[in-house]
């Protein structure tokens, strides 16, 4: 089956600029994360999504980031305006069963490597 | 607070060798364990998976060992590959509360030849 699909993978803005991300899951896959993984850190969790209603945004920096999931299928993640310190990677998993499952194996995208300049 | 510790934060090997990094966690209530592997540039991809009552589970020449009383795990890694240079995150999963999946900082691992 098709992996976790993100794009762009680079992006490269100055401050005070918006960046947006897009993630496109795998096929059937309910739950839908964004991490943001800042360099030599574990990831953080930002937004987690139950088919297009959220789950958990509690570590989601509400006044300059958004997310949404239209449709419950694939998903963006927006930063207006950008910060130096949002330079990080951005990574997108998804997961088959619902938010209480044991065994729930998220897969991971590439991420997107942003550079706040 | 549900935290995970990894040890060593870096480690730079001889092809060949064995190694094993350490993960310690606090993380309460436990429901389960995952290593992962991350190499340069991609996502990461799970190895392995305990749960409570497992102890011990392989995957190939990575082997993953849990002491729940402890609240440690190890990852061995038997005759070390090139392949193998990457970083290796633990993630324990809470059955409660807000943060479900907690994940540590990583062992960056270099293979020399």
């Known amino acids: 089956e098709a992996g976790v699909a993100q794009s762009p993978r680079y992006k490269i803005i100055e401050k005070r600029q918006s960046v947006a991300f897009w993630c496109n899951p795998i096929s059937g896959h309910a739950t839908l994360y964004w991490y943001q993984q800042i360099l030599g850190q574990g990831p953080k969790l930002l937004i987690q999504f139950q088919n297009n209603g959220v789950v958990d945004d509690s570590q989601l920096p509400k006044d300059r980031f958004s997310a949404e999931r239209l449709k419950g299928v694939d998903s963006t993640l927006k930063i207006q305006p950008a910060k130096l310190e949002d330079s990080a990677v951005y990574l997108c998993?998804?997961?088959?069963?619902?938010?209480?499952?044991?065994?729930?194996?998220?897969?991971f995208g590439p991420g997107t490597r942003l550079t706040v300049l | 607070k549900n935290q995970v510790e990894q040890s060593p934060q870096s480690l730079i090997i001889l092809e060949g060798k064995n190694c094993t990094l350490q993960?310690?966690?606090?993380?309460?209530?436990?429901?389960?364990l995952r290593w992962y592997k991350q190499d340069t540039g991609r996502g990461p991809v799970s190895l392995t998976i305990?749960?409570?009552?497992?102890n011990t589970k392989s995957n190939g020449r990575y082997t993953a060992t849990l002491d729940a009383d402890t609240k440690q795990s190890s990852l061995h890694i038997t005759a070390s590959q090139l392949s193998d240079s990457a970083s290796y995150i633990c993630v324990v999963r809470a059955s409660s509360g807000t943060y479900k999946y907690i994940f540590g900082t990583g062992t960056r691992l270099k293979v020399l030849a």
């Open positions: 993960c310690n966690y606090t993380v309460s209530p436990f429901s389960n």
């Open positions: 305990m749960t409570f009552s497992e």
């Open positions: 998993a998804s997961s088959r069963a619902g938010t209480d499952s044991s065994y729930n194996e998220q897969f």
